[in-house]
Protein backbone atom coordinates (compact mmCIF):
# COMPACT_ATOMS: atom_id res chain seq x y z
CA UNK A 1 0.00 0.00 0.00
CA UNK A 2 1.67 3.51 -1.36
CA UNK A 3 1.06 6.02 1.14
CA UNK A 4 1.16 9.76 -0.14
CA UNK A 5 0.69 13.09 2.02
CA UNK A 6 0.71 16.43 0.23
CA UNK A 7 2.09 19.72 1.39
CA UNK A 8 2.44 23.49 0.99
CA UNK A 9 -0.95 24.26 -0.01
CA UNK A 10 -2.14 27.64 1.08
CA UNK A 11 -3.95 31.28 0.87
CA UNK A 12 -2.15 33.28 -1.99
CA UNK A 13 -2.78 36.69 -4.63
CA UNK A 14 -3.59 36.49 -7.91
CA UNK A 15 -0.02 36.45 -9.89
CA UNK A 16 1.50 34.70 -6.67
CA UNK A 17 3.09 30.90 -6.46
CA UNK A 18 2.60 28.18 -4.40
CA UNK A 19 4.92 24.89 -4.29
CA UNK A 20 3.51 21.48 -3.44
CA UNK A 21 4.99 18.64 -2.48
CA UNK A 22 3.73 14.70 -2.75
CA UNK A 23 5.52 12.33 0.30
CA UNK A 24 5.55 9.03 -1.14
CA UNK A 25 6.32 5.77 1.31
CA UNK A 26 7.27 3.28 -1.83
CA UNK A 27 10.75 2.09 -1.88
CA UNK A 28 10.20 1.67 -5.56
CA UNK A 29 8.86 4.98 -6.58
CA UNK A 30 11.24 5.88 -9.04
CA UNK A 31 8.46 3.62 -10.91
CA UNK A 32 5.98 5.32 -9.93
CA UNK A 33 3.83 7.64 -13.11
CA UNK A 34 2.92 10.27 -10.39
CA UNK A 35 -0.03 12.45 -11.07
CA UNK A 36 -1.48 15.77 -9.78
CA UNK A 37 -5.52 16.34 -10.23
CA UNK A 38 -7.41 19.05 -8.10
CA UNK A 39 -10.92 19.58 -7.27
CA UNK A 40 -12.73 22.40 -7.07
CA UNK A 41 -15.97 23.29 -5.32
CA UNK A 42 -18.95 21.59 -7.21
CA UNK A 43 -16.53 20.94 -10.00
CA UNK A 44 -15.48 17.33 -10.88
CA UNK A 45 -11.90 15.95 -10.23
CA UNK A 46 -9.61 16.57 -12.65
CA UNK A 47 -5.90 16.51 -14.18
CA UNK A 48 -2.98 19.16 -14.09
CA UNK A 49 -0.37 17.57 -14.84
CA UNK A 50 1.85 14.11 -14.04
CA UNK A 51 5.29 12.76 -14.69
CA UNK A 52 4.79 9.18 -16.14
CA UNK A 53 7.95 6.63 -15.79
CA UNK A 54 8.69 5.37 -19.52
CA UNK A 55 12.02 3.22 -18.90
CA UNK A 56 15.36 3.43 -16.33
CA UNK A 57 15.41 7.27 -15.64
CA UNK A 58 13.20 8.59 -18.28
CA UNK A 59 10.21 10.02 -17.64
CA UNK A 60 7.58 12.17 -19.59
CA UNK A 61 5.70 15.00 -18.13
CA UNK A 62 2.18 16.15 -18.98
CA UNK A 63 -0.15 19.25 -18.40
CA UNK A 64 -3.32 20.13 -19.06
CA UNK A 65 -4.19 23.27 -21.23
CA UNK A 66 -5.36 25.24 -18.45
CA UNK A 67 -1.98 25.14 -16.76
CA UNK A 68 1.08 24.88 -19.01
CA UNK A 69 3.12 26.90 -19.11
CA UNK A 70 2.39 28.36 -15.43
CA UNK A 71 2.64 25.18 -13.74
CA UNK A 72 5.84 23.08 -13.48
CA UNK A 73 5.73 18.87 -12.54
CA UNK A 74 9.04 17.66 -11.54
CA UNK A 75 10.66 14.43 -9.16
CA UNK A 76 12.67 13.64 -6.68
CA UNK A 77 13.78 9.71 -6.64
CA UNK A 78 16.24 9.97 -3.98
CA UNK A 79 13.37 11.60 -1.86
CA UNK A 80 10.44 9.91 -3.01
CA UNK A 81 8.78 12.84 -3.84
CA UNK A 82 6.88 14.86 -6.78
CA UNK A 83 6.76 18.44 -6.83
CA UNK A 84 4.34 20.89 -8.31
CA UNK A 85 5.45 24.51 -8.95
CA UNK A 86 2.74 26.88 -9.78
CA UNK A 87 3.38 30.55 -10.81
CA UNK A 88 1.32 33.07 -12.07
CA UNK A 89 -1.52 31.60 -9.93
CA UNK A 90 -5.20 32.76 -11.36
CA UNK A 91 -8.24 32.84 -8.81
CA UNK A 92 -9.81 30.01 -11.16
CA UNK A 93 -6.90 27.64 -10.11
CA UNK A 94 -8.68 27.67 -6.27
CA UNK A 95 -9.19 24.03 -5.34
CA UNK A 96 -7.87 21.08 -3.56
CA UNK A 97 -5.36 19.45 -4.81
CA UNK A 98 -4.24 15.33 -4.50
CA UNK A 99 -1.57 13.77 -5.22
CA UNK A 100 -1.77 10.66 -6.96
CA UNK A 101 0.18 7.18 -8.25
CA UNK A 102 0.25 4.05 -10.15
CA UNK A 103 2.94 1.37 -11.17
CA UNK A 104 1.35 2.01 -14.53
CA UNK A 105 3.69 3.79 -17.38
CA UNK A 106 0.99 6.15 -19.26
CA UNK A 107 0.53 8.18 -21.82
CA UNK A 108 -2.51 8.58 -23.91
CA UNK A 109 -4.30 7.85 -20.75
CA UNK A 110 -2.29 10.01 -17.99
CA UNK A 111 -5.29 12.27 -17.36
CA UNK A 112 -7.67 9.28 -16.45
CA UNK A 113 -8.92 9.25 -12.55
CA UNK A 114 -9.55 5.50 -12.74
CA UNK A 115 -5.97 4.74 -13.90
CA UNK A 116 -4.48 5.58 -10.52
CA UNK A 117 -4.35 2.97 -8.19
CA UNK A 118 -3.30 5.27 -4.73
CA UNK A 119 -4.13 8.90 -3.63
CA UNK A 120 -3.23 11.63 -1.14
CA UNK A 121 -5.59 13.28 1.27
CA UNK A 122 -5.68 16.57 -0.58
CA UNK A 123 -4.30 20.08 0.03
CA UNK A 124 -6.05 23.82 -0.40
CA UNK A 125 -5.12 25.85 -2.54
CA UNK A 126 -6.83 28.91 -2.31
CA UNK A 127 -6.13 31.78 -4.46
CA UNK A 128 -7.66 35.44 -4.03
CA UNK A 129 -8.34 38.20 -6.91
Known amino acids: QVQLVESGGGLVQAGGSLRLSCAAS????????MGWFRQAPGKEREFVAA???????????YYADSVKGRFTVSRDNAKNAVYLQMNSLKPEDTAVYYC???????????????????WGQGTQVTVSS
Open 51 to 61: VSWISWSTYNT
Open 100 to 118: AATLTSLSRTVGAIEEYDY
Open 26 to 33: ERTFSRYT
